[in-house]
């Protein structure tokens, strides 16, 4: 069973909003902490946004380079975990991937987490 699956990139002009999806596998849907990096061609991969959720409740986070523009959410009853992202710039472009870890802590550490999504680029044109 592949542990995490995104979906919802494309092309989009800037300005414009996308939403991503990973799906949660069974085995992975006890973990507290999710998140969503990205990395664009010649750069590190960093962090986006990250959650930690306890029963109906949850504390989120997301970088300085996109707050007040995307949004990271986890719909525990669907086993997904999203992100929104409005204001689209072309300095958003990269492949996104969400992610997961054991434990009771979340950072922004990406060798923190064991289980990765394969990907879903996102392409924002001038």
């Known amino acids: 069973q592949v542990p995490l699956v995104e979906s919802g990139g494309g092309s989009v002009q800037s300005g414009g909003s996308l939403r991503l999806s990973c799906a949660i596998s069974e085995f992975l849907r006890d973990r507290l902490c999710m998140a969503w990096f990205r990395q664009a061609p010649g750069k590190e991969r960093e962090g986006v946004g990250i959650?930690?959720?306890?029963?109906?409740?949850?504390?989120?986070n997301v970088a300085d380079s996109v707050k007040g523009r995307f949004t990271i959410s986890r719909d525990n009853a669907k086993n997904t975990l999203y992100l929104d992202m409005n204001m689209l710039r072309p300095e958003d472009t990269s492949m996104y991937y969400c992610?997961?870890?054991?434990?009771?802590?979340?950072?922004?550490?990406?060798?923190?987490?064991?289980?990765w999504g394969q990907g879903t680029q996102v392409t924002v044109s001038p």
């Open positions: 992610a997961t870890r054991n434990g009771w802590e979340c950072d922004w550490n990406l060798r923190n987490y064991a289980y």
């Open positions: 959650i930690i959720s306890s029963g109906n409740a949850a504390k989120t």
